[in-house]
């Protein structure tokens, strides 16, 4: 079972990415956009973790590079809309952000 450190951690991880997109002044559409993607890749990584055969040794920062890799973010399951998954998939490492 998760415990609910692992959520915070997952927040804790997350919530500067989001901040750097509050600072940079987007429209409203983008932020939202990527905070929805922050939700899924947050329940992804929570999937995962129940998965996992020891959830508490998982690194939050570590999965969530395998989950976002060099292709982009994760094939959903259950599946998502492809527009959906594009969405996910911007969020790449080196990939730019725009408004």
Known sequence: MVSNLGG???????TPFLLQLL???????TVSRHRNNLRTLGGELIRR???DE????????DALQQLIGADGGP??????TESEQD???ILR?????SS
């Open 93 to 97: 490492p080196g990939r730019a952000t």
């Open 75 to 80: 094939l959903m399951w259950p599946r998502i």
């Open 49 to 51: 973790r129940y998965d």
């Open 8 to 14: 915070q951690q997952i927040v804790a991880v997350l």
């Open 87 to 89: 969405s996910l998939d």
């Open 54 to 61: 020891d959830p508490d040794n998982m690194n939050v920062k």
């Open 23 to 29: 600072d940079k002044r987007l429209a409203e559409t």
